[in-house]
C-alpha cells in the first residue's frame, strides 16, 4: 500500500542521516510570514536524545510490519494485532486449537471433552467456512 | 473484602454481590484452596506458542455463580469469581472455548468474564473505576451467538478504540440473558460511540435495539442504594 511504501522510503531515508551533527531546516514560520523575502535558513543544533528516537525509530520500523507513519516529525503509530471473525473461526480448526489446555481447572462449566457446537459449525455459511479452513490450512502450512 | 465495593451489584449484568458476613470456616477453607489453585494460573505466564497466531492483548476467562439456596449476603463477589485460564494466542483461545460450556447451557444466576490479562472483572479495578459498560438485553436462546461474535470481535480487535476495551461479560439470568462490554473512560464520548457502533455491527442488531450505557460509578451508587439485599433482581 501507499503508507508502506511511504514507510519503507523513510526508514532508508532516515538510516543514512545523522541526528547528533547540527544540520540545515528551513523556518516555516518564517517562509509563511515573510514569503516576499527568501527562506533563511536557521542552522539548530538537534539535541543528542533525538540520536536514539533514531534509533528506535528505525527499529520499530524494521521489526514491525504494518507500521504507518503519520508525520514525519517522528509521529507515527504501530497497527494492532487484528483478525476478522472468519479468520479467528478458521483457526478453531487446526489441531492446536483442540488441545487440551494444560491449566484447566476441575470445573462443572468445563468439559472434559472439546464442546462441539461451535457457533460457527451451524451458523456459519458452508462455504466460507471452508474457505476459512483453507486459509487456514495454508497458514499452518508456512 | 470489605470496602464501599462489597455492595451489591443490582444491574446482573456481570457484576458483584454484596458481602456483609464471614464465610464459615469450611468455605474458608475452600476459598483458600481455591486462592492457591489461582495463585497457580496466575505465575504461568502464557506467551503465544511457536507458530501461533499472537493476540493483541494476553486475556483471562472468569466464571461466577451465585450458589443456590444462598443468601447472597453471605458471599463476597471477589471470593465467588473464579479463574479459568488465561491465553496469549488465537489457538490458546480455541482450546479453552472448546473445553468450556457455552452460556445458553449455563443454569442459575452465572456469569462468564473474558478480560484482558491483569484487568479483575470488578468495578474497583484501576482499569474499571473511571469506565463504564455497553448493556445488552438478550432474549433466552441468545446469548451463545451474542457472546461468541462479542469475544471474537474483542480478541480481534475490532472496536478499534486503543487500549480502551477492558473485558467482556455474559451474564445468565432467569428470564433474560445480558451482555455487556466494559470500557476504561466512561466519559469518553467518542470512544463510547465507536464502541456502540461495533456491537451493533459484529452482533448484527437490529437499529431498534436498546443498548445501555452505565457507568461503574452510577453502578456502585445504585448497589449501595440498593442495600440490604433484598432478593432477585
Given at each position: 500500500c501507499?503508507?508502506?511504501?511511504?514507510?519503507?522510503?523513510?526508514i532508508e531515508?532516515?538510516?543514512?542521516l545523522k541526528?547528533?551533527?547540527t544540520?540545515?531546516?528551513?523556518?516555516r514560520?518564517?517562509v509563511l510570514?515573510?514569503?516576499?523575502?527568501?527562506?533563511?535558513?536557521?542552522?539548530?543544533c538537534?539535541?543528542?536524545?533525538?540520536?536514539n528516537a533514531?534509533?528506535?525509530?528505525?527499529t520499530y520500523?524494521?521489526?514491525?510490519?504494518?507500521?504507518?507513519i503519520?508525520?514525519?516529525?517522528f509521529?507515527?503509530?504501530?497497527e494492532r494485532?487484528?483478525?476478522t471473525?472468519?479468520v479467528l473461526?478458521g483457526?478453531?480448526?487446526?489441531?492446536?486449537?483442540?488441545?487440551?489446555?494444560?491449566?484447566l481447572?476441575?470445573h462443572?462449566?468445563?468439559?472434559?471433552?472439546?464442546v462441539?457446537d461451535?457457533?460457527?459449525?451451524?451458523?456459519?455459511n458452508?462455504?466460507n467456512?471452508?474457505?476459512?479452513l483453507?486459509?487456514?490450512?495454508?497458514?499452518?502450512?508456512? | 473484602?470489605?470496602n464501599?465495593?462489597?455492595a451489591?451489584?443490582?444491574?446482573?449484568s456481570?457484576?458483584h454481590?454484596?458481602d456483609?458476613?464471614?464465610?464459615?470456616d469450611s468455605e474458608?477453607?475452600?476459598?483458600?484452596?481455591?486462592?492457591?489453585?489461582?495463585?497457580?494460573?496466575?505465575?504461568?505466564?502464557?506467551?503465544?506458542g511457536?507458530?501461533?497466531?499472537?493476540?493483541?492483548?494476553?486475556?483471562?476467562?472468569?466464571y461466577?455463580?451465585?450458589?443456590?439456596?444462598?443468601?447472597?449476603s453471605?458471599?463476597?463477589?471477589?471470593?465467588n469469581i473464579?479463574?479459568?485460564g488465561s491465553?496469549?494466542?488465537?489457538?490458546?483461545?480455541?482450546?479453552?472455548?472448546s473445553?468450556m460450556?457455552?452460556p445458553?447451557?449455563?443454569?442459575?444466576?452465572?456469569?462468564?468474564h473474558?478480560?484482558?490479562e491483569?484487568?479483575?472483572?470488578?468495578?474497583?479495578?484501576d482499569?474499571?473505576?473511571?469506565?463504564?459498560?455497553?448493556?445488552?438485553?438478550l432474549?433466552?436462546g441468545?446469548a451463545?451467538?451474542?457472546?461468541?461474535?462479542?469475544?471474537?470481535?474483542?480478541?480481534g480487535?475490532?472496536?478499534?478504540?486503543g487500549?480502551e476495551?477492558c473485558?467482556?461479560?455474559v451474564s445468565v439470568?432467569?428470564?433474560e440473558?445480558?451482555?455487556s462490554?466494559?470500557?476504561?473512560t466512561?466519559?469518553?464520548?467518542?470512544?463510547t460511540?465507536?464502541i456502540r457502533?461495533?456491537?451493533?455491527?459484529?452482533l448484527?442488531l437490529?437499529p431498534?435495539?436498546?443498548?445501555?450505557?452505565?457507568t461503574?460509578?452510577d453502578?456502585?451508587?445504585?448497589s449501595?442504594g440498593?442495600l440490604?439485599w433484598?432478593?432477585?433482581?
Open positions: 501507499s503508507n508502506c511504501e511511504q514507510v519503507l522510503f523513510d531515508s532516515l538510516k543514512h541526528f547528533a551533527d544540520r540545515m531546516e528551513v523556518s514560520r518564517r510570514l515573510r514569503h516576499l523575502e527568501p527562506a533563511r535558513p536557521l542552522r539548530r538537534v539535541h543528542s536524545d533525538v540520536g533514531h534509533f528506535y525509530f528505525t520500523l524494521v521489526q514491525i510490519e504494518d507500521t504507518c503519520l508525520d514525519l516529525g509521529l507515527f503509530s504501530v494485532i487484528s483478525y471473525r472468519e473461526i483457526l478453531a480448526s487446526c489441531p492446536e486449537a483442540k488441545k487440551r489446555p494444560e491449566y481447572p476441575d462443572p462449566i468445563v468439559g472434559r471433552k472439546i462441539l461451535l457457533f460457527f459449525l451451524t451458523f456459519f458452508q462455504r467456512r471452508d474457505c476459512a483453507e486459509f487456514t490450512a495454508s497458514l499452518l502450512c508456512k | 473484602m470489605n464501599k465495593f462489597d451489591l451489584k443490582d444491574d446482573d456481570g457484576d454481590e454484596q456483609q458476613g464471614s464465610p464459615k474458608k477453607e475452600k476459598l483458600e484452596e481455591d486462592d492457591k489453585e489461582q495463585n497457580i494460573i496466575k505465575r504461568k505466564m502464557v506467551v503465544p511457536p507458530g501461533e497466531h499472537p493476540l493483541q492483548y494476553n486475556y483471562t476467562f472468569w461466577s455463580r451465585r450458589t443456590p439456596g444462598r443468601p447472597a453471605t458471599q463476597s463477589y471477589e471470593q473464579k479463574q479459568i491465553f496469549a494466542s488465537v489457538e490458546q483461545f480455541w482450546r479453552f472455548y473445553h460450556i457455552r445458553g447451557d449455563l443454569t442459575g444466576h452465572s456469569d462468564f473474558l478480560f484482558k491483569g484487568i479483575k472483572p470488578m468495578w474497583e479495578d482499569a474499571n473505576k473511571m469506565g463504564g459498560k455497553w448493556i445488552i438485553r432474549r433466552k441468545l451463545s451467538r451474542c457472546w461468541e461474535n462479542l469475544i471474537l470481535a474483542m480478541l480487535e475490532q472496536f478499534m478504540v487500549e476495551i473485558g467482556a461479560v439470568r432467569f428470564q440473558d445480558i451482555i462490554i466494559w470500557n476504561k466512561a466519559s469518553d464520548q467518542a470512544t460511540a465507536r457502533d461495533t456491537l451493533r455491527r459484529v448484527n437490529p431498534n435495539t436498546i443498548m445501555e450505557y452505565k461503574h460509578t453502578s456502585i451508587k445504585y449501595l440498593r440490604p433484598s432478593g432477585e433482581c
